[in-house]
């Protein structure tokens, strides 16, 4: 089976690496989206409010599946006129944004509404205005609340990387499928492939453990579970 | 108002849904008067406090600082509550900031003082409440008596005209309430003007000017510590008064 | 026009029939989750080293790969599960329906492990203690007065659980399951590719019924088994 990997191991880096490029820029952007997004979800009112929640509640409601399927599929009907072709590359960036920008919201949501409301209180009555409350007292201290329900996106939003595979997105199942079927060893690849994703999944972890460590407020360590 | 009241609330109503928690309230302080609110629990006695400083809006009802009105839709709130202090029961410290930056940040966001000028003066104030050494801890770090103090130290940064405490020490644990109520004391010595609504009958005995009983958003009775604990005209307020000495031991 | 009727009335029947499909593959999924993952909790809160060990290499690998992964392996991987031991011929044929059912059922099943090994902790040592101090034995204490409180407190994680199982659903359009998403890719084909959106909109808000369904379910199993003043504490 060594053999077999050495083989394999340079398509499958390839893939490996589109995986962790997905995986990135979906958590990153999506995190600069949803900061805002989350803000207008709990202090927004009106149209905007609306907009946001529908879409939060609709991408969390419905299969990531079929968001990507929608998304490279469909898209061209209204892209190819204009003479935009839609990549799966393309079509995997935005399906991997738009889902998890809706999931940090959620997240960031929790954690906002950690923060008492007397400490809103107590901003306002020392004479803060509304904008300084949120940016002073709010933010700094509901992103660090979000910090486990966020790492714990993180490596959801690196399994279902794999999804990218039904568009035909260069990810690693992708080559492994085609690895699998092209060798015909099918048990080997998965199993290989397998414990890839188990060894990133488990280097993220500690990672994301390093930075709540440092990142958290003193006295307000989470739970863990052993 | 050509009188010396710093703080004038004329029938203030708030209602939640079908509940009427605060019928008309109408009552001044004076300038350095030191008065002690007492009543039931959930009569309103915090959502009063709370819609002096605009926190909860009334209802209806105008409120003074000395004569400029907090309810006119064209002042401007925040300006007026740096003058009014405000403690809370569960000392809402900012959990992000160290003890002296929750004193520091009102300074140097609120009044646009220089950091190193905010610094000073937030070390002033909590070497004032006793807190000096403890200033690079963060509120978790904390006991209850100190969070509080730092709360105290906070409002007091300000330099507020008014200082208003709502259930200041209900929260601690009793050997905790002593370290506050000190420095609450040493504060109306001081010559501060200060609403506060408390179950701490001894600290109303001793330093209060005036207890006001208040009782299903009423206010039932208002007269001098002496006059109001040895002989309350109204049934309702000895009756109050006898349940809570036996709990508080006053 | 009678067309059009005809091909509506028929593409909605075939939707009707995958979203059956949808719901019992995602309920078989969850149950037998469910199952695997009462021991999985119970045996790594109680058990001893090598059992906690094993089990944690179990959920590991299970939480650590993506369940389309897990899917292949089972359904693909297995058939030529000889090729490992050197005996080509040798296969582990499961069909299509067990083979996703196996597959989204053990990956639930680590995650579902984890949901009840936290409520399990959250449970005083000292229930535990009062149990054995009137004369229970141990495993019997720890199910009849442990876990089944640890269950009722499960309830927030299983309603989450639930929904991502669902959401999980359509990917054994691979392995020919004639769920939601396959028969909207046949009502596609059979058009020509005439209608997509048209589809698979309403496919999509289907889902999203389905997962406002379940957690509605899941509230009402949550209000009847209330336990009052014993909430879990949500952050």
């Given at each position: 089976m060594f053999e077999y990997f050495i083989e394999i191991a340079p398509q499958l880096g390839y893939g490996l690496l589109a995986t962790l490029l997905f995986t990135f820029v979906g958590m990153v952007v999506g995190f600069f989206a949803a900061v805002p997004l989350c803000l207008i979800r709990l202090y927004g009112r009106g149209l905007l409010y609306g907009i946001v929640t529908v879409y939060v509640e609709l991408v969390r409601g419905t299969p990531l599946l079929i968001q990507l399927y929608m998304i490279y599929y469909g898209l061209p009907k209204f892209l190819l006129p204009l003479g935009i072709t839609v990549t799966p590359y393309t079509a995997a960036f935005i399906g991997f944004i738009l889902n998890s920008t809706a999931y940090q919201v959620e997240y960031m949501k929790g954690g906002f509404k950690a923060i008492s409301y007397e400490q809103i209180e107590a901003s306002y009555s020392l004479g803060m205005s509304r904008w300084q409350t949120i940016f002073t007292i709010l933010v700094p201290q509901g992103l660090r609340f979000s910090i486990p329900a966020l790492s714990n996106e993180l490596i959801y939003l690196l399994k279902y990387t794999s999804l990218g595979f039904v568009i035909q997105a260069p990810e690693l199942m992708t080559q492994a499928k085609e690895l699998a079927s092209t060798h015909a060893r099918y048990m080997e690849t998965y199993l290989i492939v397998a414990f890839i994703y188990v060894g990133l999944t488990f280097i993220l972890s500690k990672l994301s453990d390093m930075v709540d460590e440092r990142l958290?407020?003193?006295?307000?360590a989470p739970e863990k579970i052993r | 108002m050509g009188n010396d009241n710093i703080l004038t609330v004329k029938e203030l109503s708030k209602a939640f849904g079908d509940n009427r928690v605060l019928d008309k309230i109408s009552f001044t302080v004076e300038r350095g008067e030191v008065v002690v609110i007492i009543g039931p629990s959930g009569t309103g006695k915090s959502t009063l406090l709370r819609c002096i400083n605009s926190l909860t809006p009334p209802d209806e009802g105008r409120v003074w600082l000395d004569d400029r009105e907090?309810?006119?839709?064209?002042?401007?709130i925040n300006r007026i509550r740096q003058d009014i202090g405000f403690v809370f029961q569960h000392f809402a410290l900012f959990n992000h900031l160290t003890a002296l930056g929750n004193v520091e940040v009102g300074l140097y966001k609120v009044k646009k003082l220089s950091r190193e000028a905010a610094r000073a003066k937030a070390i002033e104030e909590l070497t004032r409440v006793g807190l000096r050494e403890h200033m690079e801890k963060y509120p978790a770090e904390l006991s209850g008596g100190q969070q509080q103090r730092v709360g105290i130290a906070r409002s007091l940064a300000m330099d507020p005209k008014i200082m208003m405490f709502d259930e200041p020490t209900s929260a601690l644990d009793p050997e905790l309430t002593g370290e506050v109520l000190t420095v609450m004391k040493d504060l109306a010595r001081a010559g501060m003007t200060m609403v506060v609504v408390s179950h701490e009958i001894g600290f109303a005995r001793s330093v209060a000017d005036r207890i006001v009983f208040m009782e299903d958003g009423h206010i039932v009775e208002d007269g001098p510590p002496e006059e109001i604990l040895k002989s309350a005209k109204k049934e309702r307020t000895r009756e109050f008064l006898h349940k809570i000495t036996e709990l508080y031991g006053g | 026009m009678e067309d059009l009727g005809q091909f509506i009335l028929y593409s909605a029947i075939a939707i009707g029939k995958g979203a059956l499909v949808t719901i019992v593959v995602t309920v078989a999924s969850l149950l037998l989750g469910f199952l695997l993952a009462v021991p999985l909790s119970i045996g790594r809160t109680y058990g001893n080293k090598p059992i906690r060990f094993l089990i944690q290499l179990y959920e590991g690998f299970f939480r650590g790969t993506p369940h389309i992964v897990t899917l292949f392996l089972f359904y693909f991987g297995l058939r030529h599960v000889g090729e490992l031991v050197g005996n080509p011929a040798f296969q582990i044929a499961i069909p299509p329906f067990p083979a996703a059912v196996l597959a989204l059922g053990i990956t639930s099943s680590a995650y579902q492990s984890l949901i009840f090994r936290s409520s399990i902790q959250s449970i005083s040592r000292d229930q535990y203690n009062a149990a054995r101090s009137l004369g229970m034995g141990k495993w019997k204490a720890i199910i009849t007065i442990v876990f089944v409180q640890a269950l009722r407190l499960s309830i927030p994680g299983l309603t989450n659980e639930a929904t991502i199982v669902l959401k999980d659903s359509p990917i054994t359009y691979l392995v020919a399951i004639p769920e939601m998403l396959t028969q909207a890719r046949g009502i596609i084909d059979s058009a020509m590719g005439q209608v997509f959106f048209e589809v698979l909109i309403p496919v999509s808000l289907l889902y999203f019924g389905l997962f406002v369904l379940s957690n509605k379910l899941f509230e009402l199993l949550d209000e009847k088994l209330r336990i009052p003043g014993f909430e879990l504490e949500r952050r």
């Open positions: 958290r407020i003193p006295g307000f | 907090i309810t006119d839709k064209h002042s401007d | -």
